[in-house]
């Protein structure tokens, strides 16, 4: 399949949305570029599940999104399936029928058609998400038995993954995968994701992971936390939880 790449202007143009929405997209428009990526197949995938009204599970439908998009798309060099104006253009331009199919609002609500259609491609980023997941388990090699186990470990966990993916230095197979063992084998989702309340002075919604990860980054280079074997990596994710957890009676009665 051959992808027209939309000019890195488009989001610019008035007339896209309506274009769009009245199915008069044409890979000819001055939306489109000379430019071209191509890709085997490209099979339909969920591309967004932050719709609460959305039937079925959401981790269902993140799941169905990494497994897509490990099995078709993450064989493709890297400058295609981590290009947000590859994906946009796709989507704008081969997916109308499936994504009015999933998400009718985009005909309703220009707001949500770009949320859902031409959002950013970054960490908010659902695709990019799901994407960066897929292309983790394929790197660890993790065995097809196991696959499972480790989505429903990232979406357990998906305000941590969300921290982890926005840190450059993070982003590695090896180590989102040894993190994800250490809160597995050591039963530390539930506090991960648990409200710090007892520190009005980091915010209003800060979390333990989020602090964790935080900590980690703060003391990268001279802890390099993403090349530690796992043990070493557990004494750094200890450590740093405990520097939150020690004025928080309630949190040390959860991990204890």
Known sequence: MQVKLLNSNYLKSQSLYEDFVNDRIDENAEYFSDQEKFIE???DFPVYMGNKEKKGSKEGLFREAVITLKKYYIQTDREIHLNGLFWHSLLVSKKRDYLIKQYPIILEDQKEFYNIVLKKFDWENYIYKCVLAAEYIE????KDQEIDKYIH?????LD???Y????????NADFVVKLLKIIDEENLSKIM??????????????????????ELNKNYPVIMSPFLDKEELKQEVFAALHMYLETDKSGEEQLA
Request: cysteine-free; hydrophobic content about 35%; overall charge positive.
């Open 41 to 43: 197949e490209a099979p």
């Open 139 to 142: 790197n660890a090699e993790i």
């Open 153 to 157: 470990l990232i979406y357990s966990n």
């Open 160 to 162: 941590m993954y969300n």
């Open 164 to 171: 982890i993916i926005k840190y450059s230095i993070f982003r």
């Open 193 to 214: 994701k648990e409200k710090i309340k007892h520190r009005p002075d980091l915010g209003k919604d800060e979390r333990y992971g989020r602090r964790v990860i935080f």
